[in-house]
């Protein structure tokens, strides 16, 4: 109970950091660099409280699909709240449970996977989840977070299920190996 009580904290005061720090600059301007477009279909992976969800559904429009995924539960909840406030009807939350994302196969035209993958314990599972869910001409859009980026690279390259196709400041573009 203690642990969950804790969890719940860490994750609320993430929260407020990414309030204060979006009070500053804009929300989802880095989406805008992404190759998302009308009637895409795009996985936030790790959405968190939600804080792309606007901009993602804007995107892709009302004839597209974003799927806000998280293991925590709490997240989910957030992003309940910011569909309801928002009425983004083309938002659905998944919360991952015992590694399974209850996402089809060859789904997603565009994963994103913003500040968390510094996260991602086992990155070779991880990886594998993406690669099922991703078209075969799909893109995965991926932040170092708080890790090197000589960490992201051999993560990534020790899939054998990804390559990098191009290195920004802030991100790695990778495309499936399929």
Not at 83 to 90: K, M, S
Not at 129 to 145: A, H, M, N
Request: net charge neutral; hydrophobic share 35%; glycine share 6%.
């Amino acid at each position: 109970m203690l642990e969950i009580k804790l969890k719940n904290l860490g994750f609320r005061m993430m929260v407020w950091t990414y309030r204060i720090r979006d009070f500053f600059s804009p929300v989802g301007k880095i989406l805008e660099e992404f190759n998302i477009n009308e009637g895409d279909t795009v996985v936030d992976y790790g959405c968190g409280p939600g804080r792309y969800l606007k901009k993602s559904s804007n995107l892709v429009g009302e004839n597209g699909k974003v799927y806000a995924v998280d293991i925590h539960e709490l997240a989910i909840e957030y992003v309940k709240t910011e569909i309801n406030q928002n009425n983004l009807q083309n938002v659905h939350p998944i919360l991952v449970q015992n590694n399974d994302i209850s996402i089809d196969d060859n789904i997603a035209d565009v994963i994103y996977a913003l500040d968390m993958f510094h996260h991602i314990s086992k990155p070779k599972i991880f990886f594998q989840k993406l690669s099922r869910i991703i078209k075969k001409d799909g893109i995965l859009y991926i932040e170092d977070g708080h890790q090197s980026r000589e960490d992201s690279i051999n993560k990534i390259e020790q899939s054998s299920l990804w390559k990098i196709g191009e290195q920004k400041q802030n991100y790695l573009i990778c495309k499936p190996i399929k």
